[in-house]
């Protein structure tokens, strides 16, 4: 492996040089990123999954840079134009953009006009141009390259700018300095077009907007990708050509003067306008989309990690519950394992509905099956439902609450093979009240057999660079899946699919293998499924749990690998029992028993805490009882909210109104400026302040200050500025400005005359 890719990833990750090189040989002997980041801490200091990842990608990138660098400078030396100069700036490249860049001259072109040029015989008129010639003159030199090809001395001129245009747009060092210029000091600018067609006027703000490139939110680069895409606008660039096209001038005639010159201003302007300057626009926009596209990615990846980690309400009976109008709300009980027990239909809000008769069933059901949780979809007559529920309680008394459930993906799911097979006599829609009341239950092991694109927690997704997206999406539930582990004896295929070790084929087998013999009861049994060898045993054996069975140490994480030490451990400590309360561990017991001390602390938790559940340390569901309506509101109310979505701009809160509130990034902290998924994530129980109120489209605006507290913020803001400007103008001095022999010459001609 190459050393000095290790220590440049070293560097960028902040780490030893040995975490990477042990990181990337455990990752070269195939072992997972959930396993390295859990069972060979010792190896990799304590590396976590996203920094295991990132040494991976980083490592094969560089890798890929490396060979780029290699095949561009020997093709170069193919063409016999490889200078130390050349070699230097290859190897300083550290991004392939910038060797793409440098290879440019050297790339072979497809039609251009200066490669028409070149072929034509006119590469030495340009040389002979580009050599700054003081004697002669251009037709002089043009008359010599007439030819069949090139009927006219204007024609061969014309040809030979049309090469030099192309070395103006191709010089590397110039291209990374205005595009510096232009990302510092442009503009970009957006127009309506003629005839664009935006009739609930989406994209009003982008009508006629200027702003500075370098203050460009990420999800207004994505909103004006979209607004573009779909005809509704036009994106332009602002920016001082007149300045940088001087610059390229300047860049070819070095200050000397020469009897070319106005064919090299010529040739400079025409490469900067119509190559250049296009090349870099093209360049930056695709840049800015490529970072907002990232930042999108990260934050939909941040989102479903926080709802696939959502604390599972263990040991409940949970009614399902399906909104509908026409088609009536679809109702199934599931069991404290998730077993369907009964489902069945209601029509409380069809035209001349049966609200009576609902009622009446929907609490026979709650009262036959001992429902203690209802778990309401938030789609489609959900408020409506709410308040139906609600009635029933109230009215009946009832120790049951209740809870308004994402229903994103969950048709998806019901319509899958894995949920005909399962359910194959139940309607598509019956399906998917099974999947609210399970999601409920256990969130992971619900929402990881449905299209994570299809769960509804990020920004602009469907604009997304979809193979990103899904890699990136697959990488936190790999996270999700192996931070919680797994019940042998439970687990869906679909969840055994994402453990360490395993795959598709694997976990069918898995399944098939409990179907045949019953109950796994020692996790060696592993060893006896099909296509499961001891490689993926060792993978994925830590993360499979198994309760009531043979040996105690099975229901923990400790890896089987382990065994013998924490046996050790616990005769060492005289401990006869894992989870009892008054556990200690003396360090003159442990220090002498050859363990490493990142796998002896992962021990003794699993020691103290066997079942521990990795979710137990977030926030559960936020259990309801009554309903709540807009006219209820007033501003400045204080609630509690369950966070929907994070995005770029603020956070939706469901606070039990049709509509989840915005608390816009600016109402989330005493800083004015925060990046919110920073502040809150998916799933987090929130307290809310009733910012602002538009009852006729049924929207609220929610802040996470107080009014008293945004009020005192913003005079501190103010405060500090008006004491920041104080400052400055007690502090500036002018600024002396440095004359030049023109400047002066200049003043001396306007006061005396000339």
Same mark, same amino acid.
């Given at each position: 492996?190459?050393?000095?890719?290790?220590?440049?990833?070293?560097?960028?990750?902040?780490?030893?040089?040995?975490?990477?090189?042990?990181?990337?040989?455990?990752?070269?002997?195939?072992?997972?990123?959930?396993?390295?980041?859990?069972?060979?801490?010792?190896?990799?200091?304590?590396l976590d999954e996203e920094q295991i990842l990132f040494i991976q990608k980083q490592y094969d990138y560089q890798k890929k840079l490396a060979e780029r660098k290699e095949n561009v400078l020997?093709?170069?030396?193919?063409?016999?134009?490889?200078?130390?100069?050349?070699?230097?700036?290859?190897?300083?490249?550290?991004?392939?953009?910038?060797?793409?860049?440098? =290879?440019?001259?050297?790339?072979?072109?497809?039609?251009?006009?200066?490669?028409?040029?070149?072929?034509?015989?006119?590469?030495?008129?340009?040389?002979?141009?580009?050599?700054?010639?003081?004697?002669?003159?251009?037709?002089?030199?043009?008359?010599?390259?007439?030819?069949?090809?090139?009927?006219?001395? /204007?024609?061969?001129?014309?040809?030979?700018?049309?090469?030099?245009?192309?070395?103006?747009?191709?010089?590397?060092?110039?291209?990374?300095?205005?595009?510096?210029?232009?990302?510092?000091?442009?503009?970009?600018?957006?127009?309506?077009?003629?005839?664009?067609?935006?009739?609930?006027?989406?994209?009003?703000?982008?009508?006629?907007?200027?702003?500075?490139?370098?203050?460009?939110?990420?999800?207004?680069?994505?909103?004006?990708?979209?607004?573009? /895409?779909?005809?509704?606008?036009?994106?332009? #660039?602002?920016?001082?050509?007149?300045?940088?096209?001087?610059?390229?001038?300047?860049?070819?005639?070095?200050?000397?003067?020469?009897?070319?010159?106005?064919?090299?201003?010529?040739?400079?302007?025409?490469?900067?306008?119509?190559?250049?300057?296009?090349?870099?626009?093209?360049?930056?926009?695709?840049? !800015?989309?490529?970072?907002?596209?990232?930042?999108?990615?990260?934050?939909?990846?941040?989102?479903?990690?926080?709802? !696939?980690?959502?604390?599972?309400?263990?040991?409940?009976?949970?009614?399902?519950?399906?909104?509908?109008?026409?088609?009536?709300?679809?109702?199934?009980?599931?069991?404290?394992?998730?077993?369907?027990?009964?489902?069945?239909?209601?029509?409380?809000?069809?035209?001349?509905?049966?609200?009576?008769?609902?009622?009446?069933?929907?609490?026979?059901?709650?009262?036959? =099956?001992?429902?203690?949780?209802?778990?309401?979809?938030?789609?489609?007559?959900?408020?409506?439902?709410?308040?139906?529920?609600?009635?029933?309680?109230?009215?009946?008394?009832?120790?049951?609450?209740?809870?308004?459930?994402?229903?994103?993906?969950?048709?998806?799911?019901?319509?899958?093979?894995?949920?005909?097979?399962?359910?194959?006599?139940?309607?598509?829609?019956?399906?998917?009240?099974?999947?609210?009341?399970?999601?409920?239950?256990?969130?992971?092991?619900?929402?990881?057999?449905?299209?994570?694109?299809?769960?509804?927690?990020?920004?602009?997704?469907?604009?997304?660079?979809?193979?990103?997206?899904?890699?990136?999406?697959?990488?936190?539930?790999?996270?999700?899946?192996?931070?919680?582990?797994?019940?042998?004896?439970?687990?869906?295929?679909?969840?055994?699919?994402?453990?360490?070790?395993?795959?598709?084929?694997?976990?069918?087998?898995?399944?098939?293998?409990?179907?045949?013999?019953?109950?796994?009861?020692?996790?060696?049994?592993?060893?006896?499924?099909?296509?499961?060898?001891?490689?993926?045993?060792?993978?994925?054996?830590? #993360?499979?749990?198994?309760?009531?069975?043979?040996?105690?140490?099975?229901?923990?994480?400790?890896?089987?690998?382990?065994?013998?030490?924490?046996?050790?451990?616990?005769?060492?400590?005289?401990?006869?029992?894992?989870?009892?309360?008054?556990?200690?561990?003396?360090?003159?017991?442990?220090?002498?028993?050859?363990?490493?001390?990142?796998?002896?602390?992962?021990?003794?938790?699993?020691?103290?805490?066997?079942?521990?559940?990795?979710?137990?340390? #977030?926030?559960?569901?936020?259990?309801?009882?009554?309903?709540?309506?807009?006219?209820?509101?007033?501003?400045?109310?204080?609630?509690?909210?369950?966070?929907?979505?994070?995005?770029?701009?603020?956070?939706f809160v469901d606070i039990g109104l049709h509509e989840d509130g915005l608390v816009h990034a600016s109402r989330m902290s005493m800083k004015r400026n925060v990046i919110p998924s920073e502040?809150?994530?998916?799933?987090?129980?929130?307290?809310?302040?009733? =910012?602002?109120?538009?009852?006729?489209?049924?929207?609220?605006?929610?802040?996470?200050?107080?009014?008293?507290?945004?009020?005192?913020?913003?005079?501190?803001?103010?405060?500090?500025?008006?004491?920041?400007?104080?400052?400055?103008?007690?502090?500036?001095?002018?600024?002396?400005?440095?004359?030049?022999?023109?400047?002066?010459?200049?003043?001396?001609?306007?006061?005396?005359?000339?």
């Amino acid at each position: 492996m190459n050393e000095e890719i290790m220590r440049t990833i070293a560097s960028e990750l902040k780490v030893s040089l040995e975490q990477v090189q042990n990181t990337l040989a455990l990752l070269e002997e195939d072992n997972t990123v959930p396993f390295i980041a859990r069972y060979r801490k010792d190896a990799t200091k304590g590396l976590d999954e996203e920094q295991i990842l990132f040494i991976q990608k980083q490592y094969d990138y560089q890798k890929k840079l490396a060979e780029r660098k290699e095949n561009v400078l020997k093709l170069i030396e193919e063409q016999g134009k490889l200078t130390e100069e050349i070699r230097k700036a290859v190897n300083e490249c550290t991004k392939l953009s910038q060797v793409e860049d440098i =290879y440019r001259p050297y790339a072979q072109k497809k039609k251009t006009r200066a490669a028409t040029a070149i072929k034509n015989g006119l590469q030495p008129l340009a040389d002979w141009m580009l050599l700054l010639p003081e004697e002669g003159t251009m037709e002089e030199a043009a008359a010599k390259f007439v030819n069949e090809n090139v009927p006219e001395v /204007k024609d061969a001129i014309q040809g030979a700018m049309d090469i030099i245009a192309e070395v103006v747009s191709d010089n590397a060092k110039q291209r990374w300095a205005f595009k510096d210029t232009i990302l510092k000091a442009g503009v970009l600018v957006t127009k309506l077009k003629k005839d664009a067609v935006d009739e609930k006027k989406v994209y009003e703000m982008y009508y006629d907007r200027s702003e500075k490139i370098s203050a460009l939110a990420d999800h207004r680069i994505m909103a004006i990708d979209r607004a573009e /895409k779909e005809k509704v606008i036009t994106v332009s #660039f602002e920016y001082d050509k007149d300045y940088l096209k001087e610059e390229a001038l300047k860049a070819l005639t070095k200050g000397q003067t020469t009897v070319v010159e106005e064919q090299l201003k010529e040739a400079a302007y025409d490469g900067c306008e119509r190559l250049l300057f296009p090349s870099i626009e093209r360049e930056i926009r695709s840049e !800015l989309s490529e970072r907002a596209h990232n930042k999108s990615i990260d934050i939909f990846s941040l989102n479903l990690e926080k709802l !696939l980690l959502q604390p599972p309400l263990k040991g409940r009976i949970v009614l399902g519950f399906d909104p509908g109008f026409y088609n009536g709300c679809k109702l199934a009980v599931v069991d404290e394992t998730g077993k369907m027990l009964t489902v069945d239909k209601i029509f409380p809000f069809r035209k001349n509905g049966d609200v009576e008769g609902a009622k009446k069933k929907l609490l026979s059901m709650m009262q036959k =099956y001992h429902v203690q949780i209802v778990a309401i979809g938030n789609g489609t007559a959900s408020r409506e439902s709410e308040k139906l529920v609600a009635e029933v309680i109230q009215e009946a008394k009832l120790d049951v609450n209740y809870a308004i459930v994402s229903e994103a993906g969950a048709s998806v799911w019901s319509a899958q093979e894995a949920a005909r097979a399962e359910f194959p006599d139940l309607a598509v829609e019956e399906r998917s009240a099974v999947s609210i009341g399970r999601r409920l239950l256990d969130p992971l092991a619900e929402l990881i057999k449905i299209d994570p694109k299809s769960i509804g927690v990020g920004q602009y997704q469907h604009d997304l660079p979809q193979k990103a997206l899904s890699e990136r999406l697959d990488e936190a539930i790999m996270k999700c899946v192996n931070r919680t582990g797994a019940d042998l004896n439970t687990a869906s295929q679909e969840l055994l699919t994402h453990i360490s070790g395993l795959n598709s084929g694997i976990a069918k087998e898995i399944v098939n293998y409990r179907n045949e013999n019953g109950r796994f009861t020692n996790r060696k049994q592993l060893l006896k499924v099909k296509k499961l060898g001891p490689k993926a045993y060792t993978q994925c054996a830590g #993360f499979l749990r198994i309760q009531g069975g043979e040996e105690p140490l099975d229901q923990t994480s400790i890896h089987p690998e382990s065994y013998e030490a924490a046996r050790s451990l616990m005769n060492a400590c005289g401990i006869t029992q894992l989870g009892q309360a008054d556990i200690s561990f003396p360090e003159e017991k442990v220090k002498d028993l050859g363990i490493d001390a990142y796998t002896l602390k992962d021990i003794e938790d699993a020691i103290r805490q066997p079942l521990r559940d990795y979710r137990d340390q #977030f926030e559960g569901a936020l259990l309801r009882s009554d309903v709540l309506e807009i006219s209820d509101l007033h501003v400045g109310d204080k609630l509690s909210g369950t966070v929907r979505n994070v995005v770029d701009f603020g956070a939706f809160v469901d606070i039990g109104l049709h509509e989840d509130g915005l608390v816009h990034a600016s109402r989330m902290s005493m800083k004015r400026n925060v990046i919110p998924s920073e502040v809150v994530s998916v799933g987090d129980i929130v307290e809310v302040y009733v =910012y602002e109120i538009d009852e006729a489209r049924g929207r609220v605006s929610l802040s996470f200050l107080s009014q008293d507290q945004l009020t005192q913020r913003d005079a501190q803001v103010k405060y500090r500025k008006s004491a920041k400007n104080k400052n400055n103008k007690q502090t500036k001095k002018p600024v002396k400005k440095e004359v030049t022999m023109d400047d002066a010459m200049a003043r001396l001609m306007e006061r005396f005359g000339k």
